[in-house]
């Protein structure tokens, strides 16, 4: 008896419960076009924030098109969010491409840098660091109950480094045969530093 909704690039939205069935009514913001940044004398202030600028570019002319996915599914006490793998397959679906590389001639794919093993876990950024040559990992608990995960790590990374949200290194990490083994509290979100090896930097 749940009900799920998947909305490709869309994020405004609003949720509340009506006096009159107790059921919680769901409003998406489908589109937005303003005419004028910078209105004044609204409901939340009096006055102006800042000068009002006609913006006539973004009144969103023309067609649109909206994507989005009903997802009904079973309620769980022990799984918050079952509906996440089936809303992830319509929201990011696969991509393949190549990546072209050379070894003694030929084009070899290089694997996937990392593995997540548990499936309590989800993923939120995987990317260069913002000073330096380390990649950073992030990763968040989304059902509210401690968990552990182990991270199977692809074999250029010689080590892993806690770090805090502005990627800097807080302390090493245990690394046994490429695997990372972590523990993360309800809603906690881990930032880790992957560092290469010298000779297999990119």
Request: glycine share 8%; aromatic share 10%; net charge negative.
């Amino acid at each position: 008896k749940g009900l799920a909704v998947a909305l490709k690039g869309m994020y405004d939205y609003e949720a509340a419960y009506p006096a009159d069935d107790g059921c919680p009514d769901v409003w998406v913001t489908l589109l937005r076009g303003i005419g004028m940044m910078g209105r004044i004398n609204m409901s939340q202030r009096k006055g102006s924030a800042s000068p009002a600028v006609p913006t006539p570019g973004a009144q969103c002319l023309g067609t649109q098109v909206m994507e989005w996915s009903y997802i009904p599914y079973k309620a769980d006490p022990a799984d918050k969010v079952p509906y996440l793998g089936e809303a992830d397959r319509f929201l990011y679906p696969p991509v393949v491409h190549a990546v072209r590389g050379t070894h003694e001639g030929n084009e070899t794919l290089r694997p996937a840098p990392f593995v997540l093993t548990g499936g309590r876990v989800r993923f939120s950024a995987f990317k260069r660091c913002l000073e330096g040559e380390d990649f950073v990992l992030r990763l968040f608990e989304s059902q509210g109950r401690e968990t552990d995960e182990e991270i199977l790590l692809d074999r250029r990374f010689e080590s892993a480094w806690l770090a805090d949200m502005d990627e800097q290194p807080v302390r090493q990490l245990e690394l046994k045969d490429h695997r990372l083994k972590l523990t993360f509290t309800p809603y906690k979100a881990i930032t880790v530093l992957l560092k290469e090896a010298d000779e297999k930097r990119l």
